[in-house]
């Protein structure tokens, strides 16, 4: 039973630190999207990536977030420096980008910052 | 642009009541259109799925049809239980240049009572 896997499950860190949730998408999928959930944003689309190629960072904080795949069974989303506006629960999730388009979901990373 | 209006929430039933949570939704063209499930602590899983006008999507019990007439994509299920608590989350992808980009509805929370 093929799944995106999220690294660490939780991760607890100080205002100032950098922090890096690592994302694998399942074998064979070429795109995948990073979110963020928070009870009062709801959730929202970070970035988005096809064939390793960022198509759309529009919802990312440009001065402290970054998004990249270094290959295509990992996936990075790095915040630095990290404050406590950003806590949230950190999703990837990654397609195939044809047929239906369905997603599929990773357990998400828990962040806090203090 | 593209958006997903739910049902607002939360619902609370009794176990074995039928479930409706309204879905409508604006998009140019035929997107796929969608209803994911989350349960507590877990990332957003997919429970059906319709790619056109008339289709039903069906998975454990609940359905959807794909109205285009209407733009609607009601999630139902004739019998719910306690299990069935969660957040359901309506969403569409279009076929174009970001196909495969969902966009995602608010939530509507699902609480079933014994």
């Known amino acids: 039973d093929a799944r995106v896997t999220q690294t660490p499950r939780h991760k607890v860190t100080e205002m100032g630190q950098e922090v890096t949730m690592r994302c694998q998408p399942i074998?064979?999928?070429?795109?995948v999207f990073w979110y963020r959930q928070t009870m009062m944003q709801g959730l929202e689309l970070l970035a988005y990536?096809?064939?390793?190629?960022?198509?759309?960072d529009s919802g990312m904080p440009k001065d402290r977030f970054s998004a990249e795949m270094p290959d295509a069974t990992l996936a990075t989303l790095k915040i630095q420096p990290s404050e406590p506006r950003d806590s949230a629960v950190y999703f990837c999730?990654?397609?195939?980008?044809?047929?239906?388009?369905?997603?599929?979901f990773g357990p998400g990373t828990r962040l806090t910052v203090t | 642009g593209n958006s997903v209006t739910q049902m607002e929430g939360p619902v609370t039933l009794s176990e074995e009541a039928f479930l409706t949570i309204n879905c409508t939704y604006t998009a140019t063209g035929y997107p796929s259109l969608f209803w994911y499930v989350q349960y507590p602590g877990e990332g957003l899983q997919l429970l059906l799925k319709?790619?056109?006008?008339?289709d039903k999507g069906s998975n454990k019990g609940f359905e959807a049809t794909y109205r285009k007439e209407t733009t609607s994509f009601h999630l139902e299920k004739g019998s719910v239980q306690v299990s069935d608590s969660a957040v359901y989350f309506c969403?569409?992808?279009?076929?174009?240049?970001?196909?495969?980009?969902?966009?995602f509805g608010d939530g509507t929370t699902l609480t079933v009572k014994p």
């Open positions: 969403a569409l992808s279009p076929y174009n240049t970001n196909a495969g980009k969902s966009t």
């Open positions: 990536f096809r064939n390793r190629a960022p198509l759309d």
């Open positions: 074998l064979g999928h070429n795109t």
């Open positions: 999730a990654s397609g195939l980008g044809t047929a239906s388009y369905e997603q599929y």
């Open positions: 319709a790619t056109k006008a008339d």
